[in-house]
């Protein structure tokens, strides 16, 4: 099976730092695979690279077999990858069926600026309508997203990213700020997602990593120290050191 995301020997330097250390993972079609580190590990400047939003100095990304290491942005959204963020990025005035209804159109390519046209479209609404069906936003479709909680928030911001129909997404931080409820309704909104998207997950949870995850890669001062199952993961000491004696996390 090809790895849907392929990093070979990345390497990001910022003047005599080296933020990525000749960075090496795969990402399997269905997989959700966990990046875990310490802060200031370089977890997010590798996560930009592999973005676009920054160049790296050395190495290889390859997606779905095509190597998109020096594409702009917009052609690797294009080409399948998606991306949430640590703060929401939405339209806060608009309601939540609207804002997936604006991504649909995006990734159609359609004149968004003509609204009435946009709502005469009956087939963006009903990707929109299957989008919300069966989620915890489901009842809340017409809410103003100013109105939702944090949580539904990071869930509305999934779908949106869904409704462009990623062939990866690259989630940075989707727990962050959630409380347990919230958390365990996300867990299972991304078990959902990974039958239509792999996942490359960032995230400081371990609970929720260790629920979700099928592999691990743990990065430390730029460089993958350890892979693995979450049992290697969990009993391999160079990980324990690396969290400075934090095993509680790791249990």
């Given at each position: 099976m090809t790895a849907i995301l392929k990093i070979e020997n990345l390497v990001k330097r910022f003047g005599g730092l080296v933020a990525t250390d000749h960075v090496s993972l795969e990402v399997m079609p269905g997989e959700i695979h966990a990046l875990i580190g310490p802060n200031g590990a370089g977890k997010s400047t590798l996560i930009n690279q592999l973005c676009g939003e920054l160049q790296p100095n050395e190495g290889a990304i390859h997606l779905a077999g095509r190597d998109i290491t020096h594409l702009p942005v917009p052609a690797r959204v294009d080409l399948g990858l998606g991306r949430t963020f640590q703060i929401t990025s939405l339209l806060d005035e608009m309601t939540v069926r609207d804002n997936i209804g604006?991504?649909?159109?995006?990734?159609?390519?359609?004149?968004?600026?003509?609204?009435?046209?946009?709502?005469?479209?009956?087939?963006?609404?009903?990707?929109?309508?299957?989008?919300?069906?069966?989620?915890?936003?489901?009842?809340?479709?017409?809410?103003?997203?100013?109105?939702?909680?944090?949580?539904?928030?990071?869930?509305?911001?999934?779908?949106?990213?869904?409704?462009?129909?990623?062939?990866?997404?690259?989630?940075?931080?989707?727990?962050?700020?959630?409380?347990?409820?919230?958390?365990?309704?996300?867990?299972?909104?991304?078990?959902?997602?990974?039958?239509?998207?792999?996942?490359?997950?960032v995230e400081h949870d371990m609970e929720a990593v260790f629920a979700l995850a099928d592999r691990i890669s743990v990065l430390v001062y730029g460089r993958i120290i350890a892979q693995g199952s979450v049992d290697e993961i969990r009993n391999d000491p160079a990980v324990r050191e690396a969290y400075l004696g934090a095993e509680d996390e790791l249990c």
């Open positions: 604006m991504a649909v159109q995006v990734r159609e390519g359609g004149n968004f600026r003509i609204w009435d046209a946009l709502r005469r479209r009956r087939a963006i609404w009903d990707e929109t309508d299957r989008l919300l069906a069966g989620c915890q936003l489901a009842d809340r479709a017409d809410v103003v997203v100013a109105d939702l909680s944090h949580g539904e928030k990071k869930q509305l911001e999934l779908l949106v990213a869904m409704a462009m129909q990623p062939r990866l997404l690259l989630l940075d931080e989707p727990m962050a700020g959630l409380g347990h409820l919230e958390s365990q309704q996300m867990i299972g909104m991304l078990r959902d997602i990974r039958k239509e998207a792999a996942i490359l997950l």
